[in-house]
Protein backbone atom coordinates (compact mmCIF):
# COMPACT_ATOMS: atom_id res chain seq x y z
CA UNK A 1 0.00 0.00 0.00
CA UNK A 2 1.14 3.56 0.10
CA UNK A 3 4.59 4.51 1.30
CA UNK A 4 6.31 7.54 2.62
CA UNK A 5 9.85 8.69 2.66
CA UNK A 6 10.89 12.28 3.98
CA UNK A 7 14.14 13.63 4.45
CA UNK A 8 15.51 16.76 6.06
CA UNK A 9 19.29 17.43 6.25
CA UNK A 10 22.62 18.24 5.01
CA UNK A 11 22.53 15.57 1.85
CA UNK A 12 20.40 16.32 -1.47
CA UNK A 13 17.06 14.63 -0.25
CA UNK A 14 15.61 13.56 -3.57
CA UNK A 15 18.27 10.48 -4.08
CA UNK A 16 17.80 9.53 -0.58
CA UNK A 17 13.86 9.70 -1.12
CA UNK A 18 13.96 8.05 -4.54
CA UNK A 19 16.19 5.16 -2.70
CA UNK A 20 13.52 4.89 -0.15
CA UNK A 21 10.62 4.66 -2.51
CA UNK A 22 12.59 2.31 -4.14
CA UNK A 23 12.32 0.03 -1.16
CA UNK A 24 8.92 0.44 -0.71
CA UNK A 25 8.07 -0.77 -4.08
CA UNK A 26 7.51 -4.23 -2.74
CA UNK A 27 4.30 -3.03 -0.77
CA UNK A 28 2.26 -2.47 -4.28
CA UNK A 29 1.68 1.28 -5.63
CA UNK A 30 0.39 2.47 -9.01
CA UNK A 31 1.99 5.70 -8.51
CA UNK A 32 4.96 8.09 -7.34
CA UNK A 33 5.69 11.45 -6.42
CA UNK A 34 8.06 13.86 -4.49
CA UNK A 35 8.47 17.45 -3.27
CA UNK A 36 11.29 19.26 -3.02
CA UNK A 37 12.02 22.28 -1.01
CA UNK A 38 14.93 23.85 -3.09
CA UNK A 39 17.04 26.11 -1.34
CA UNK A 40 15.32 29.43 -1.79
CA UNK A 41 12.07 28.39 -0.36
CA UNK A 42 10.41 26.68 -3.74
CA UNK A 43 8.60 24.02 -3.25
CA UNK A 44 8.29 22.05 -6.46
CA UNK A 45 6.34 18.53 -7.16
CA UNK A 46 7.30 16.07 -9.62
CA UNK A 47 4.58 13.22 -9.88
CA UNK A 48 3.70 10.13 -12.39
CA UNK A 49 1.41 7.49 -12.50
CA UNK A 50 3.45 4.35 -12.52
CA UNK A 51 6.85 2.92 -11.14
CA UNK A 52 9.37 4.99 -9.38
CA UNK A 53 11.99 4.13 -11.92
CA UNK A 54 9.21 6.31 -13.78
CA UNK A 55 9.60 9.30 -11.65
CA UNK A 56 13.31 9.10 -12.18
CA UNK A 57 13.30 9.52 -15.84
CA UNK A 58 10.73 12.06 -15.25
CA UNK A 59 13.36 14.21 -12.50
CA UNK A 60 15.68 13.66 -15.07
CA UNK A 61 17.06 17.16 -16.59
CA UNK A 62 14.77 18.85 -13.58
CA UNK A 63 15.73 21.07 -10.92
CA UNK A 64 15.42 18.38 -7.86
CA UNK A 65 17.95 20.50 -5.91
CA UNK A 66 16.87 20.81 -1.65
CA UNK A 67 18.47 19.28 1.62
CA UNK A 68 14.64 18.87 2.32
CA UNK A 69 11.91 16.69 0.76
CA UNK A 70 9.09 14.29 1.04
CA UNK A 71 8.19 11.22 -1.40
CA UNK A 72 5.03 8.69 -2.16
CA UNK A 73 3.98 5.38 -3.91
CA UNK A 74 0.26 5.57 -3.89
CA UNK A 75 -2.12 2.79 -3.93
CA UNK A 76 -5.57 4.14 -5.25
CA UNK A 77 -8.31 4.45 -2.85
CA UNK A 78 -9.96 7.78 -4.02
CA UNK A 79 -9.57 8.44 -7.69
CA UNK A 80 -8.44 6.39 -10.29
CA UNK A 81 -4.69 5.88 -10.23
CA UNK A 82 -3.36 8.78 -12.08
CA UNK A 83 -0.70 12.06 -12.67
CA UNK A 84 -3.30 14.29 -10.64
CA UNK A 85 -4.12 11.69 -7.78
CA UNK A 86 -0.48 10.99 -7.16
CA UNK A 87 0.89 12.44 -4.28
CA UNK A 88 2.48 15.20 -3.35
CA UNK A 89 -0.72 17.58 -3.49
CA UNK A 90 -0.58 21.04 -2.66
CA UNK A 91 -2.77 23.32 -1.23
CA UNK A 92 -4.97 25.95 -2.79
CA UNK A 93 -2.02 28.46 -2.57
CA UNK A 94 0.36 26.31 -3.09
CA UNK A 95 2.35 27.17 -0.02
CA UNK A 96 2.04 23.27 1.19
CA UNK A 97 2.08 20.58 0.30
CA UNK A 98 1.15 17.15 1.70
CA UNK A 99 1.79 13.26 1.57
CA UNK A 100 -1.06 10.79 2.84
CA UNK A 101 -1.24 7.36 3.74
CA UNK A 102 -4.49 6.14 4.67
CA UNK A 103 -8.26 7.02 4.58
CA UNK A 104 -9.94 10.34 5.31
CA UNK A 105 -13.33 8.66 6.26
CA UNK A 106 -15.35 12.33 6.30
CA UNK A 107 -13.81 13.80 3.28
CA UNK A 108 -16.97 14.29 1.15
CA UNK A 109 -17.82 16.57 4.57
CA UNK A 110 -15.10 17.89 4.55
CA UNK A 111 -14.90 19.02 0.84
CA UNK A 112 -18.14 20.11 1.27
CA UNK A 113 -17.45 22.68 4.15
CA UNK A 114 -14.31 23.79 2.17
CA UNK A 115 -16.06 24.73 -1.45
CA UNK A 116 -18.45 26.76 0.86
CA UNK A 117 -15.27 28.79 1.46
CA UNK A 118 -13.94 29.33 -2.23
CA UNK A 119 -11.72 26.13 -1.99
CA UNK A 120 -11.80 23.75 -5.56
CA UNK A 121 -9.75 20.68 -6.05
CA UNK A 122 -7.99 19.34 -8.72
CA UNK A 123 -7.65 15.61 -7.73
CA UNK A 124 -10.11 13.22 -6.62
CA UNK A 125 -8.76 12.05 -3.31
CA UNK A 126 -9.05 12.55 -0.07
CA UNK A 127 -5.52 13.67 0.67
CA UNK A 128 -6.16 17.42 -1.25
CA UNK A 129 -8.95 17.48 1.06
CA UNK A 130 -7.10 17.46 4.12
CA UNK A 131 -4.03 19.87 2.54
CA UNK A 132 -6.32 22.17 2.44
CA UNK A 133 -8.54 21.55 5.94
CA UNK A 134 -5.14 22.37 7.12
CA UNK A 135 -4.43 25.47 5.32
CA UNK A 136 -8.09 26.79 6.04
CA UNK A 137 -7.65 26.62 9.72
CA UNK A 138 -4.23 28.32 9.23
CA UNK A 139 -5.36 31.29 7.53
CA UNK A 140 -8.79 31.22 9.15
CA UNK A 141 -7.08 30.85 12.52
CA UNK A 142 -3.84 32.93 11.54
CA UNK A 143 -1.84 30.11 13.48
CA UNK A 144 1.55 27.95 13.01
CA UNK A 145 1.54 25.04 10.66
CA UNK A 146 2.13 22.41 13.31
CA UNK A 147 -1.10 24.33 15.27
CA UNK A 148 -2.90 23.76 12.16
CA UNK A 149 -2.08 20.51 11.50
CA UNK A 150 -3.03 19.38 14.78
CA UNK A 151 -6.47 21.43 14.36
CA UNK A 152 -7.35 20.14 11.26
CA UNK A 153 -6.11 16.25 12.33
CA UNK A 154 -8.60 16.76 14.76
CA UNK A 155 -11.71 16.88 12.59
CA UNK A 156 -10.71 14.09 10.75
CA UNK A 157 -12.17 10.83 11.04
CA UNK A 158 -10.15 7.94 9.51
CA UNK A 159 -6.83 6.67 9.38
CA UNK A 160 -3.64 8.61 8.35
CA UNK A 161 0.15 9.21 8.26
CA UNK A 162 1.52 12.11 6.60
CA UNK A 163 4.11 14.91 6.08
CA UNK A 164 4.12 18.15 5.17
CA UNK A 165 6.54 20.57 3.95
CA UNK A 166 6.14 24.20 3.68
CA UNK A 167 7.33 26.94 1.14
CA UNK A 168 9.79 29.34 2.78
CA UNK A 169 11.22 26.42 5.18
CA UNK A 170 13.79 24.38 4.17
CA UNK A 171 14.65 22.87 7.76
CA UNK A 172 11.07 21.88 8.93
CA UNK A 173 9.29 18.47 8.07
CA UNK A 174 5.85 18.34 9.77
CA UNK A 175 4.58 14.39 10.53
CA UNK A 176 1.45 13.24 12.02
CA UNK A 177 -0.21 9.62 11.92
CA UNK A 178 -3.43 7.47 13.53
CA UNK A 179 -3.73 4.02 12.40
CA UNK A 180 -1.38 3.89 9.47
CA UNK A 181 2.62 3.54 10.73
CA UNK A 182 5.27 6.29 10.96
CA UNK A 183 8.51 5.95 11.81
CA UNK A 184 11.53 8.58 12.11
CA UNK A 185 15.09 7.59 11.75
CA UNK A 186 17.75 10.23 13.55
CA UNK A 187 21.10 10.58 12.15
CA UNK A 188 23.41 12.80 12.90
CA UNK A 189 21.85 16.40 12.17
CA UNK A 190 19.52 14.93 10.10
CA UNK A 191 16.03 13.02 10.15
CA UNK A 192 14.79 10.42 8.17
CA UNK A 193 10.76 9.54 7.35
CA UNK A 194 9.23 6.52 6.24
CA UNK A 195 5.84 4.82 7.12
CA UNK A 196 8.09 1.37 6.90
CA UNK A 197 11.31 2.02 8.65
CA UNK A 198 13.37 -0.97 6.60
CA UNK A 199 13.14 1.63 4.19
CA UNK A 200 16.04 3.67 5.32
CA UNK A 201 18.15 1.75 7.37
CA UNK A 202 21.07 2.30 4.32
CA UNK A 203 21.28 5.67 6.69
CA UNK A 204 19.84 4.81 10.13
CA UNK A 205 19.17 2.39 13.21
CA UNK A 206 17.96 4.67 15.76
CA UNK A 207 14.02 5.10 15.01
CA UNK A 208 11.49 6.90 16.52
CA UNK A 209 7.77 5.39 15.88
CA UNK A 210 4.59 7.86 16.48
CA UNK A 211 1.90 6.68 18.31
CA UNK A 212 -1.79 7.18 17.11
CA UNK A 213 -2.33 10.57 17.69
CA UNK A 214 0.86 12.19 17.61
CA UNK A 215 2.17 15.13 15.70
CA UNK A 216 6.23 15.49 15.34
CA UNK A 217 8.29 18.52 14.83
CA UNK A 218 11.32 17.12 12.59
CA UNK A 219 13.71 20.16 12.41
CA UNK A 220 17.26 20.04 10.95
CA UNK A 221 19.95 20.88 13.81
CA UNK A 222 17.36 20.53 16.47
CA UNK A 223 15.94 17.80 19.11
CA UNK A 224 12.67 15.85 17.85
CA UNK A 225 9.50 17.34 19.12
CA UNK A 226 6.59 15.18 19.37
CA UNK A 227 3.21 16.16 21.19
CA UNK A 228 -0.03 14.89 21.11
CA UNK A 229 -2.97 16.58 18.98
CA UNK A 230 -3.46 19.37 22.00
CA UNK A 231 -0.23 20.33 21.83
CA UNK A 232 0.76 18.56 25.05
CA UNK A 233 3.95 16.89 24.91
CA UNK A 234 5.12 13.40 24.45
CA UNK A 235 8.39 11.33 25.15
CA UNK A 236 10.56 10.71 22.62
CA UNK A 237 11.45 7.13 22.60
CA UNK A 238 14.44 6.00 20.30
CA UNK A 239 14.30 2.50 19.41
CA UNK A 240 17.11 0.67 17.36
CA UNK A 241 16.34 -1.60 14.29
CA UNK A 242 18.26 -4.81 13.90
CA UNK A 243 18.30 -5.44 10.15
CA UNK A 244 21.11 -5.70 7.57
CA UNK A 245 20.61 -4.27 4.48
CA UNK A 246 21.54 -7.92 2.79
CA UNK A 247 18.48 -8.60 4.14
CA UNK A 248 16.30 -6.61 2.19
CA UNK A 249 17.97 -7.54 -1.51
CA UNK A 250 17.18 -10.53 -3.77
CA UNK A 251 20.72 -12.34 -3.10
CA UNK A 252 21.16 -13.65 -6.36
CA UNK A 253 17.55 -14.86 -6.92
CA UNK A 254 15.33 -13.59 -9.77
CA UNK A 255 12.64 -12.47 -7.75
CA UNK A 256 12.15 -11.94 -3.28
CA UNK A 257 9.55 -14.69 -3.80
CA UNK A 258 11.73 -17.34 -4.69
CA UNK A 259 14.76 -16.09 -2.28
CA UNK A 260 12.23 -15.70 0.67
CA UNK A 261 10.67 -19.64 -0.30
CA UNK A 262 14.34 -20.75 0.01
CA UNK A 263 15.53 -18.57 2.70
CA UNK A 264 12.64 -20.66 5.04
CA UNK A 265 15.24 -23.45 6.71
CA UNK A 266 17.43 -20.78 7.73
CA UNK A 267 14.16 -18.51 9.07
CA UNK A 268 12.87 -21.24 11.08
CA UNK A 269 16.08 -21.82 12.54
CA UNK A 270 15.91 -17.91 13.50
CA UNK A 271 12.54 -18.66 14.79
CA UNK A 272 12.86 -21.35 17.02
CA UNK A 273 16.58 -20.39 18.60
CA UNK A 274 16.53 -19.94 21.73
CA UNK A 275 12.75 -21.40 22.32
CA UNK A 276 13.19 -25.05 22.20
CA UNK A 277 15.93 -25.94 24.14
CA UNK A 278 17.76 -29.16 22.45
CA UNK A 279 18.53 -30.94 25.28
CA UNK A 280 15.69 -30.83 27.80
CA UNK A 281 13.23 -29.70 24.92
CA UNK A 282 11.86 -27.31 26.77
CA UNK A 283 9.78 -24.83 25.28
CA UNK A 284 10.97 -20.74 26.02
CA UNK A 285 7.96 -18.20 24.85
CA UNK A 286 8.45 -15.73 27.41
CA UNK A 287 5.33 -14.16 25.82
CA UNK A 288 3.20 -17.26 27.43
CA UNK A 289 5.34 -17.74 30.45
CA UNK A 290 5.25 -14.38 31.85
CA UNK A 291 1.10 -14.61 31.11
CA UNK A 292 1.05 -18.08 32.58
CA UNK A 293 -2.54 -17.91 34.73
CA UNK A 294 -4.09 -16.51 31.30
CA UNK A 295 -3.26 -19.21 29.39
CA UNK A 296 -3.80 -21.99 32.13
CA UNK A 297 -7.42 -20.31 32.83
CA UNK A 298 -8.45 -19.56 28.95
CA UNK A 299 -11.86 -20.18 28.60
CA UNK A 300 -11.57 -19.73 25.40
CA UNK A 301 -9.01 -18.88 21.96
CA UNK A 302 -10.38 -16.47 19.12
CA UNK A 303 -7.49 -16.09 16.43
CA UNK A 304 -8.55 -12.55 14.49
CA UNK A 305 -6.45 -12.61 11.11
CA UNK A 306 -6.71 -12.49 7.11
CA UNK A 307 -4.88 -13.69 4.20
CA UNK A 308 -2.39 -16.51 4.38
CA UNK A 309 -2.19 -15.63 8.04
CA UNK A 310 -6.05 -16.45 8.57
CA UNK A 311 -4.52 -20.14 7.33
CA UNK A 312 -2.07 -19.91 9.39
CA UNK A 313 -4.04 -19.64 12.29
CA UNK A 314 -6.44 -22.14 11.05
CA UNK A 315 -3.57 -24.80 11.41
CA UNK A 316 -3.27 -23.41 14.98
CA UNK A 317 -7.09 -24.07 15.62
CA UNK A 318 -5.97 -27.53 14.94
CA UNK A 319 -2.97 -27.35 17.24
CA UNK A 320 -4.42 -26.03 20.46
CA UNK A 321 -7.33 -28.00 20.38
CA UNK A 322 -5.41 -31.12 19.96
CA UNK A 323 -2.79 -29.97 22.56
CA UNK A 324 -4.20 -27.72 24.77
CA UNK A 325 -8.28 -28.90 24.63
CA UNK A 326 -9.15 -24.89 24.68
CA UNK A 327 -12.00 -24.08 22.03
CA UNK A 328 -10.54 -22.23 19.31
CA UNK A 329 -12.36 -20.56 16.72
CA UNK A 330 -11.00 -18.76 13.70
CA UNK A 331 -12.51 -15.44 12.60
CA UNK A 332 -11.31 -12.87 9.51
CA UNK A 333 -10.66 -9.83 11.03
CA UNK A 334 -12.90 -7.66 8.58
CA UNK A 335 -15.64 -9.90 9.76
CA UNK A 336 -14.94 -9.81 13.40
CA UNK A 337 -14.50 -6.55 14.03
CA UNK A 338 -17.95 -5.57 12.51
CA UNK A 339 -19.74 -8.38 14.05
CA UNK A 340 -20.39 -7.42 17.48
CA UNK A 341 -18.66 -10.80 18.50
CA UNK A 342 -19.40 -12.02 22.00
CA UNK A 343 -16.09 -11.82 23.96
CA UNK A 344 -15.48 -13.07 27.79
CA UNK A 345 -12.35 -11.65 30.08
CA UNK A 346 -11.10 -14.95 30.36
CA UNK A 347 -10.81 -15.24 26.31
CA UNK A 348 -7.47 -15.11 24.65
CA UNK A 349 -7.61 -13.36 21.14
CA UNK A 350 -4.24 -13.83 19.12
CA UNK A 351 -3.76 -11.22 16.71
CA UNK A 352 -1.46 -12.84 13.36
CA UNK A 353 -0.09 -10.26 11.01
CA UNK A 354 3.13 -10.94 8.87
CA UNK A 355 3.40 -6.87 8.24
CA UNK A 356 1.67 -6.22 12.29
CA UNK A 357 0.08 -3.48 9.94
CA UNK A 358 -3.04 -5.25 8.59
CA UNK A 359 -5.60 -2.49 9.51
CA UNK A 360 -8.66 -4.71 9.91
CA UNK A 361 -6.59 -7.11 12.19
CA UNK A 362 -5.72 -4.09 13.99
CA UNK A 363 -9.30 -3.16 14.62
CA UNK A 364 -10.10 -6.34 15.43
CA UNK A 365 -7.59 -6.20 18.70
CA UNK A 366 -9.15 -2.70 19.12
CA UNK A 367 -12.38 -4.30 19.78
CA UNK A 368 -10.89 -7.39 22.03
CA UNK A 369 -9.04 -4.69 23.61
CA UNK A 370 -12.06 -2.77 24.72
CA UNK A 371 -13.97 -6.11 25.79
CA UNK A 372 -11.81 -6.60 27.98
CA UNK A 373 -9.81 -9.86 26.51
CA UNK A 374 -6.29 -10.84 26.91
CA UNK A 375 -4.46 -10.10 23.42
CA UNK A 376 -1.69 -12.07 22.10
CA UNK A 377 0.39 -10.99 19.12
CA UNK A 378 1.98 -13.55 16.66
CA UNK A 379 3.60 -11.15 14.34
CA UNK A 380 6.97 -10.41 11.91
CA UNK A 381 7.88 -6.62 11.60
CA UNK A 382 9.53 -5.85 14.86
CA UNK A 383 7.84 -2.65 16.03
CA UNK A 384 4.88 -2.58 14.18
CA UNK A 385 1.40 -1.62 15.23
CA UNK A 386 -0.28 -4.71 16.14
CA UNK A 387 2.97 -6.11 18.33
CA UNK A 388 2.67 -2.43 20.16
CA UNK A 389 -1.17 -2.61 20.87
CA UNK A 390 -1.01 -6.48 22.14
CA UNK A 391 -0.73 -7.51 25.90
CA UNK A 392 2.17 -9.89 24.84
CA UNK A 393 3.05 -12.04 22.16
CA UNK A 394 5.77 -13.72 19.94
CA UNK A 395 7.75 -12.65 16.62
CA UNK A 396 8.06 -15.24 14.14
CA UNK A 397 11.58 -13.36 13.17
CA UNK A 398 11.77 -14.82 9.66
CA UNK A 399 13.34 -11.58 8.48
CA UNK A 400 11.45 -8.95 6.32
CA UNK A 401 9.15 -10.54 3.84
CA UNK A 402 9.50 -8.07 0.57
CA UNK A 403 7.27 -10.60 -1.82
CA UNK A 404 3.88 -9.74 -2.00
CA UNK A 405 3.02 -13.25 -1.47
CA UNK A 406 3.39 -14.77 2.17
CA UNK A 407 5.68 -17.59 2.10
CA UNK A 408 8.18 -17.67 4.77
CA UNK A 409 5.74 -15.57 7.48
CA UNK A 410 3.43 -18.58 6.80
CA UNK A 411 6.13 -21.41 7.86
CA UNK A 412 7.45 -18.77 11.18
CA UNK A 413 3.62 -18.37 11.74
CA UNK A 414 2.77 -21.87 12.12
CA UNK A 415 5.67 -22.80 13.83
CA UNK A 416 5.28 -20.39 16.51
CA UNK A 417 1.70 -21.97 16.75
CA UNK A 418 3.11 -25.66 17.13
CA UNK A 419 5.78 -24.51 20.20
CA UNK A 420 2.78 -22.13 21.55
CA UNK A 421 0.61 -25.16 21.37
CA UNK A 422 2.95 -27.31 23.27
CA UNK A 423 4.11 -25.47 26.01
CA UNK A 424 0.71 -24.49 26.87
CA UNK A 425 -0.85 -28.01 26.46
CA UNK A 426 2.01 -28.68 28.81
CA UNK A 427 1.09 -26.18 31.12
CA UNK A 428 -2.47 -27.62 31.56
CA UNK A 429 -1.19 -31.09 31.36
CA UNK A 430 -3.33 -31.72 28.48
CA UNK A 431 -0.75 -33.38 26.47
CA UNK A 432 1.17 -36.90 26.40
CA UNK A 433 4.99 -36.59 27.41
CA UNK A 434 6.43 -38.60 24.68
CA UNK A 435 4.10 -37.03 21.93
CA UNK A 436 5.42 -33.76 23.30
CA UNK A 437 9.10 -34.65 22.89
CA UNK A 438 8.64 -36.05 19.59
CA UNK A 439 7.26 -32.76 18.27
CA UNK A 440 9.53 -30.51 19.94
CA UNK A 441 12.74 -32.93 18.39
CA UNK A 442 10.60 -32.26 15.03
CA UNK A 443 10.46 -28.41 15.33
CA UNK A 444 13.96 -28.93 15.78
CA UNK A 445 14.90 -30.81 12.63
CA UNK A 446 12.41 -28.46 10.24
CA UNK A 447 15.49 -26.67 8.99
CA UNK A 448 16.59 -30.00 7.56
CA UNK A 449 13.14 -31.12 6.91
CA UNK A 450 12.15 -27.99 4.87
CA UNK A 451 15.42 -28.29 3.07
CA UNK A 452 14.66 -31.78 1.82
CA UNK A 453 11.57 -30.18 0.65
CA UNK A 454 12.79 -27.35 -1.31
CA UNK A 455 14.42 -30.73 -3.58
CA UNK A 456 10.87 -30.68 -4.71
CA UNK A 457 11.37 -27.60 -7.29
CA UNK A 458 13.02 -29.31 -10.12
CA UNK A 459 10.16 -31.56 -10.75
CA UNK A 460 7.69 -28.95 -9.71
CA UNK A 461 9.01 -26.57 -12.56
CA UNK A 462 8.58 -28.86 -14.71
CA UNK A 463 5.28 -29.69 -13.93
CA UNK A 464 4.43 -25.90 -13.87
CA UNK A 465 5.68 -25.92 -17.44
CA UNK A 466 2.82 -28.16 -18.27
CA UNK A 467 -0.09 -26.97 -16.12
CA UNK A 468 0.76 -22.94 -17.26
CA UNK A 469 -2.25 -23.29 -19.99
CA UNK A 470 -4.77 -23.94 -16.95
CA UNK A 471 -7.91 -21.51 -16.44
CA UNK A 472 -8.69 -23.31 -12.79
CA UNK A 473 -7.07 -25.47 -10.36
CA UNK A 474 -8.53 -27.13 -6.89
CA UNK A 475 -6.51 -27.80 -4.08
CA UNK A 476 -7.87 -30.49 -1.74
CA UNK A 477 -6.54 -31.42 2.02
CA UNK A 478 -7.59 -32.68 5.16
CA UNK A 479 -7.11 -32.01 8.62
CA UNK A 480 -3.90 -30.55 9.11
CA UNK A 481 -3.62 -30.07 5.77
CA UNK A 482 -6.71 -28.39 4.74
CA UNK A 483 -5.43 -24.95 4.96
CA UNK A 484 -2.81 -26.34 3.40
CA UNK A 485 -4.71 -26.39 0.66
CA UNK A 486 -6.01 -22.70 1.36
CA UNK A 487 -3.05 -21.50 1.15
CA UNK A 488 -1.84 -23.46 -1.56
CA UNK A 489 -4.38 -21.98 -3.98
CA UNK A 490 -4.40 -18.39 -2.42
CA UNK A 491 -0.37 -18.43 -3.51
CA UNK A 492 -1.22 -19.14 -7.28
CA UNK A 493 -4.09 -17.28 -7.90
CA UNK A 494 -2.74 -13.96 -6.31
CA UNK A 495 0.60 -14.06 -8.75
CA UNK A 496 -0.31 -16.14 -11.65
CA UNK A 497 -4.19 -14.72 -12.07
CA UNK A 498 -5.45 -18.50 -12.15
CA UNK A 499 -8.23 -18.79 -10.40
CA UNK A 500 -7.97 -20.93 -7.58
CA UNK A 501 -10.11 -23.12 -4.82
CA UNK A 502 -8.88 -25.01 -1.71
CA UNK A 503 -11.54 -27.20 -0.45
CA UNK A 504 -11.62 -29.69 1.95
CA UNK A 505 -10.92 -33.21 -0.14
CA UNK A 506 -14.36 -34.89 1.56
CA UNK A 507 -16.28 -31.83 0.22
CA UNK A 508 -16.08 -32.12 -3.41
CA UNK A 509 -18.93 -34.34 -3.51
CA UNK A 510 -21.17 -31.95 -2.20
CA UNK A 511 -20.81 -29.60 -5.11
CA UNK A 512 -17.48 -28.81 -6.27
CA UNK A 513 -16.67 -32.41 -7.64
CA UNK A 514 -19.02 -31.23 -10.85
CA UNK A 515 -16.31 -28.68 -11.85
CA UNK A 516 -14.18 -31.55 -12.90
CA UNK A 517 -13.32 -32.76 -15.83
CA UNK A 518 -9.82 -32.86 -18.34
CA UNK A 519 -9.75 -29.37 -17.91
CA UNK A 520 -9.86 -28.94 -14.70
CA UNK A 521 -6.34 -29.86 -12.94
CA UNK A 522 -6.70 -31.19 -8.77
CA UNK A 523 -3.70 -30.72 -6.46
CA UNK A 524 -4.10 -33.30 -3.95
CA UNK A 525 -2.12 -33.43 -0.38
CA UNK A 526 -2.14 -36.75 0.07
CA UNK A 527 0.60 -37.28 2.45
CA UNK A 528 0.66 -40.37 5.12
CA UNK A 529 -1.82 -38.98 8.24
CA UNK A 530 -5.02 -40.08 9.69
CA UNK A 531 -7.03 -39.37 6.92
CA UNK A 532 -4.99 -40.55 3.90
CA UNK A 533 -6.80 -43.70 2.73
CA UNK A 534 -9.54 -41.25 3.18
CA UNK A 535 -7.77 -38.95 0.44
CA UNK A 536 -7.29 -41.68 -1.93
CA UNK A 537 -10.70 -42.53 -2.11
CA UNK A 538 -11.19 -38.60 -3.32
CA UNK A 539 -8.72 -39.01 -5.49
CA UNK A 540 -10.48 -42.01 -6.84
CA UNK A 541 -13.53 -39.93 -7.55
CA UNK A 542 -12.33 -37.10 -9.11
CA UNK A 543 -9.95 -39.83 -10.92
CA UNK A 544 -13.30 -41.62 -12.04
CA UNK A 545 -13.91 -38.25 -14.01
CA UNK A 546 -11.52 -37.63 -16.09
CA UNK A 547 -9.54 -35.35 -13.49
CA UNK A 548 -6.26 -34.69 -13.80
CA UNK A 549 -4.32 -35.37 -10.42
CA UNK A 550 -1.41 -33.67 -8.82
CA UNK A 551 -0.57 -35.68 -5.91
CA UNK A 552 1.69 -34.32 -2.70
CA UNK A 553 2.79 -37.43 -1.38
CA UNK A 554 5.39 -38.67 1.46
CA UNK A 555 8.44 -39.99 0.17
CA UNK A 556 8.32 -43.51 -0.75
CA UNK A 557 4.46 -43.97 -1.02
CA UNK A 558 3.74 -45.89 -4.28
CA UNK A 559 0.07 -46.61 -3.63
CA UNK A 560 -1.22 -42.31 -4.63
CA UNK A 561 0.97 -43.35 -7.69
CA UNK A 562 -1.64 -45.99 -8.98
CA UNK A 563 -4.01 -42.17 -9.54
CA UNK A 564 -2.65 -39.53 -9.40
CA UNK A 565 -1.31 -37.99 -12.87
CA UNK A 566 1.83 -36.30 -11.01
CA UNK A 567 3.32 -36.99 -7.68
CA UNK A 568 5.51 -34.89 -5.68
CA UNK A 569 7.44 -36.63 -3.07
CA UNK A 570 7.77 -34.72 0.09
CA UNK A 571 9.67 -36.17 3.65
CA UNK A 572 7.52 -37.01 6.33
CA UNK A 573 7.39 -35.10 9.61
CA UNK A 574 5.17 -35.72 12.81
CA UNK A 575 1.70 -34.80 11.23
CA UNK A 576 0.90 -31.94 12.73
CA UNK A 577 4.35 -30.08 11.28
CA UNK A 578 3.00 -31.67 7.77
CA UNK A 579 1.59 -28.55 6.56
CA UNK A 580 5.22 -26.88 6.46
CA UNK A 581 6.45 -29.70 4.39
CA UNK A 582 3.45 -29.67 2.01
CA UNK A 583 2.99 -25.88 1.53
CA UNK A 584 7.11 -26.16 0.24
CA UNK A 585 5.83 -27.45 -3.20
CA UNK A 586 2.77 -25.65 -3.11
CA UNK A 587 4.37 -22.24 -3.00
CA UNK A 588 7.00 -23.53 -5.71
CA UNK A 589 3.92 -24.68 -8.16
CA UNK A 590 2.78 -21.23 -7.88
CA UNK A 591 6.23 -19.36 -8.07
CA UNK A 592 6.73 -21.52 -11.67
CA UNK A 593 3.40 -21.24 -13.08
CA UNK A 594 3.40 -17.55 -12.32
CA UNK A 595 6.92 -16.63 -13.96
CA UNK A 596 6.23 -18.99 -16.89
CA UNK A 597 2.68 -16.74 -17.81
CA UNK A 598 5.39 -13.57 -17.35
CA UNK A 599 3.71 -12.00 -14.25
CA UNK A 600 5.10 -10.06 -12.02
CA UNK A 601 5.47 -12.29 -9.09
CA UNK A 602 6.89 -9.96 -6.16
CA UNK A 603 4.21 -7.35 -7.19
CA UNK A 604 1.24 -8.89 -8.33
CA UNK A 605 -1.26 -6.99 -10.23
CA UNK A 606 -3.80 -4.80 -7.65
CA UNK A 607 -1.90 -6.07 -4.57
CA UNK A 608 -0.43 -4.49 -1.74
CA UNK A 609 2.29 -6.21 0.99
CA UNK A 610 1.00 -4.24 3.98
CA UNK A 611 -2.88 -3.83 3.64
CA UNK A 612 -3.41 -0.93 6.08
CA UNK A 613 -6.53 0.45 4.73
CA UNK A 614 -9.80 -1.87 5.22
O1 LIG B 1 0.55 -8.72 7.08
P1 LIG B 1 -0.58 -9.68 7.29
O2 LIG B 1 -0.14 -11.05 7.61
O3 LIG B 1 -1.58 -9.18 8.30
O4 LIG B 1 -1.32 -9.72 5.89
C1 LIG B 1 -2.50 -10.44 5.70
C2 LIG B 1 -2.79 -10.62 4.25
O5 LIG B 1 -2.96 -9.39 3.62
C3 LIG B 1 -1.68 -11.40 3.53
O6 LIG B 1 -1.44 -12.62 4.13
C4 LIG B 1 -2.06 -11.62 2.05
O7 LIG B 1 -3.15 -12.48 1.96
C5 LIG B 1 -0.86 -12.15 1.27
N1 LIG B 1 -0.78 -11.49 0.01
C6 LIG B 1 -0.92 -13.61 1.01
O8 LIG B 1 0.15 -14.07 0.27
Same mark, same amino acid.
Given at each position: ????? $? ?20 ? $? ?28 ? @? ?28 ? !?? @? ?115 ? @? ?44 ? @? ?72 ? !? ?58 ? !? ?215 ? !? ?10
Amino acid at each position: MCGIV $GYVGERQACPVIIKGLHRLEYR $GYDSAGVAIVHPDGVIDIHKCKGKVSGLEA @FLAGKDSSGTIGIGHTRWATHGEPNDINAH !PH @FSRSGEIALIHNGIIENFRVLRDALRTNGFTFRSSTDSEVLVNLIEYVRESGKCSLEEAVRVALKQVVGAYAIAIVEKGNTSRIIAARKSSPMAIGIGDGEYFLSSDAASIIDYTQD @FVYLKDNEVAVIEKGKPLHIMNLDGKDSKVAVQKLKMSISQLEKGG @FDHFMLKEIYEQPETLEDCVRGRVIPDSKEIVLSGVLNNKEKFLKARRIIFVACGTSWHASLIGEHLIENMCRI !PVEVEYASEFRYRNPILYPDDIVIAVSQSGETADTLAAVDLARKAGAFIYGICNVVGSSI !PRATDSGTYIHVGPEIGVASTKAFTGQVTVMTMLALLVGRLRGTIEEGYYHRVAQAILELPATIREALNTAEPVSALARTFTYAHNFIYLGRGYNYPTALEGALKLKEISYIHAEGLPAAEMKHGPIALIDSEMPTVAIATLDKTYEKTLSNIEEIKARGGKIIAIVSKGDDLVRRSADYCIEVPSTVECLMPLVSVIPLQLLAYYIATYKGRNVDQ !PRNLAKSVTVE
